[in-house]
């Protein structure tokens, strides 16, 4: 019998996070917080690695999502339930255990809705339709320009006061 591969059960896209994307979880009883990097995210979830176990399968609490570069970015309250933590990458360059740990996002507010939404764009590696009009804009790739060609990009870059347009 052929083996089932899974169906995906996500509903919604998941993206790589940026540095900088944080995710907060206060303890139940409020004594201390615990700050993990946020690994991808979704409308739904998201997932981020840490070193210990947390031991909280199912249960629904609330944590804090914050982006700490340029702009700064805080949603407060997000209510969340664990749907899996395991082992990472058990062959690791460190042999340090990352754990990695899966979340979905319980009933969001309007706002949080809106907050998570602007998170994504400016936190995670979002494709725009606009980079490819840009490319498109300005005409073939870097290296296949020849020298008159390579004068009027440059002419059109230092109008736009672009330089990254090659990368």
């Keep these: 019998?052929?083996?089932?591969?899974?169906?995906?059960?996500?509903?919604?896209?998941?993206?790589?996070?940026?540095?900088?994307?944080?995710?907060?979880?206060?303890?139940?009883d409020e004594d201390h917080l615990n700050l993990y990097r946020i690994v991808n995210?979704?409308?739904?979830?998201?997932?981020?690695?840490?070193?210990?176990?947390l031991g909280q399968e199912g249960a629904l609490s609330t944590m804090e999502i914050m982006g700490i570069y340029r702009p700064a970015f805080w949603i407060r309250e997000v209510p969340y339930r664990i749907i899996f933590?395991?082992?990472?990458?058990?062959?690791?360059?460190?042999?340090?255990?990352?754990?990695?740990?899966?979340?979905?996002?319980?009933?969001?507010?309007?706002?949080?809705?809106?907050?998570?939404?602007?998170?994504?764009?400016?936190?995670?590696?979002?494709?725009?339709?606009?980079?490819?009009?840009?490319?498109i804009r300005f005409g073939p790739p870097c290296h296949d320009l020849g020298q008159p060609e390579e004068q009027a990009r440059d002419q059109r870059i230092a109008k736009v006061g672009k330089t990254d347009l090659c990368a």
């Excluded at 896209?13 to 206060?26: F, Q």
């Excluded at 995210?41 to 176990?53: D, N, P, Q, T, V």
């Excluded at 460190?94 to 507010?109: A, E, H, P, W, Y």
């Design 41 to 53: 995210i979704s409308r739904e979830g998201l997932a981020f690695e840490y070193k210990s176990s």
């Design 85 to 135: 933590d395991h082992e990472g990458n058990p062959e690791a360059a460190d042999n340090i255990s990352t754990r990695r740990c899966g979340l979905v996002f319980g009933k969001l507010s309007k706002e949080q809705i809106r907050l998570l939404g602007e998170f994504i764009r400016k936190y995670a590696f979002v494709k725009r339709a606009w980079s490819l009009k840009r490319r």
């Design 1 to 28: 019998m052929p083996e089932q591969i899974p169906r995906e059960r996500r509903k919604f896209k998941r993206y790589a996070a940026k540095d900088g994307a944080m995710a907060i979880l206060v303890s139940a």
